[in-house]
């Protein structure tokens, strides 16, 4: 079955960074779009990125400029960049993979991953 296992969050400082990571298997990694959303308590889960197979990206508003998204084809993992963190950013993160990047940017995507806590401290 398909399996998307995130890995890198944790507590960190204002202004730090982390690097969250994505391995995906029991699919096709090449024909997915892949994504990352985010959760924070009380609220609902938010777009953050998406990466097309041959690499276009597109990111939320809140992240442009300081998170990236990447992917390695041949190891079937996606990232994210995650740099000038702020509290505001403190969330659980999930990855996912959908059919296109409109799947995935609409939140419509048939996998996700269990998630990944981030905290950022003030």
């Known amino acids: 079955q398909v399996q998307l296992v995130e890995s890198g969050g944790g507590l960190v400082q204002a202004g730090g960074s982390l690097r969250l990571s994505c391995a995906a298997s029991?699919?096709?990694?090449?024909?997915?779009?892949m994504g990352w959303f985010r959760q924070a308590p009380g609220k609902e889960r938010e777009f953050v990125a998406v990466?097309?197979?041959?690499?276009?990206?597109d990111y939320a508003d809140a992240v442009k400029g300081r998170f990236s998204i990447a992917r390695d084809n041949a190891k079937n993992t996606v990232y994210l960049q995650m740099n000038s963190l702020k509290p505001e950013d403190t969330a659980v993160y999930y990855c996912?993979?959908?059919?296109?990047?409109?799947?995935?940017?609409?939140?419509?995507?048939?996998?996700w991953g269990q998630g990944t806590q981030v905290t950022v401290s003030s």
């Open positions: 990466i097309l197979w041959l690499g276009s990206t």
């Open positions: 029991g699919l096709t990694f090449n024909n997915y779009a």
């Open positions: 996912t993979a959908g059919s296109a990047g409109t799947v995935v940017r609409s939140g419509r995507s048939d996998y």
